[in-house]
């Protein structure tokens, strides 16, 4: 009987893209991790809104043979909310993300612990997009990243898409599926307190003592705890 490969699928948050999980594929992949990534309409194509990211996972999935990990990171949260229905899907993993239940959005929710954010202090508006401010960026997302590192990331980032932003999971996966939550608690983006209300949906929880960016400033840390996870 040919073993079976679980797949660990990989989906950013707001601003980003799949450039971000770089520095942990290869990691993944040398551990025998078949790893697929993808790019955010919200922000490759904003504006677009939630329905359209977990539409675009979904596609995804369907290519895969096999049972998934489906990880989500920061906003990517919401979309494998939506998304981890998909039959391929044996557990989600949720880094410093969001775990909405029904009705709520990244906006607006019920979770506690965000009240000591500032986030919308090192936001501008264009129209339906929201654009990190450059000189802000890398204290929020890789304060603890190499100067490099986070130049280069904060370089990278793109304008997201507000709709997406506001935008309610039509299905709840965390409620059908095996669920993990990695708590960031170094994270200037997500306040800790907001990650445990998160977390406390799920069903195990883990810590990493990280920015809201570990694939970029601990890439070895959160391969091998996703390697973990993969393999339950």
Not at 134 to 156: I, K
Request: glycine letters at 6%; one cysteine or more.
């Amino acid at each position: 009987m040919a073993e079976v490969v679980r797949t660990c699928l990989l989906v950013h948050g707001a601003w980003q893209g799949a450039w971000c999980w770089e520095q942990v594929v290869p990691r993944l992949e040398a551990a025998g991790v078949k790893t697929v990534t993808v790019d955010n309409p919200s922000v490759a194509r904003a504006p677009s809104d939630l329905h359209a990211d977990a539409d675009n996972v979904m596609n995804a999935l369907d290519e895969i043979r096999g049972p998934v990990t489906l990880v989500g990171h920061s906003y990517g949260g919401a979309v494998i909310t939506d998304a981890g229905v998909h039959d391929r899907v044996e557990r989600l993993v949720y880094l410093t993300a969001f775990a909405l239940d029904i009705g709520e959005s990244a906006m607006v929710n019920d979770l506690k612990g965000g009240e000591e954010t500032n986030v919308g202090d090192a936001i501008g508006f264009d129209g339906d997009l929201a654009i990190v401010r450059s000189e802000r960026a890398a204290e929020l997302f890789f304060h603890d990243c190499e100067p490099w590192v986070a130049a280069e990331a904060v370089a990278r980032l793109k304008p997201m898409s507000i709709p997406a932003l506001a935008g309610i999971p039509r299905s709840i996966a965390w409620r059908r599926k095996p669920s993990s939550y990695i708590v960031c608690t170094d994270d200037h983006m997500v306040p800790v307190a907001l990650q445990q209300s998160n977390a406390a949906r799920t069903d195990e929880t883990f810590e990493l003592p990280t920015s809201h960016s570990p694939f970029l400033s601990r890439p070895d840390a959160l391969a091998e705890l996703l390697i973990e996870l993969n393999s339950r």
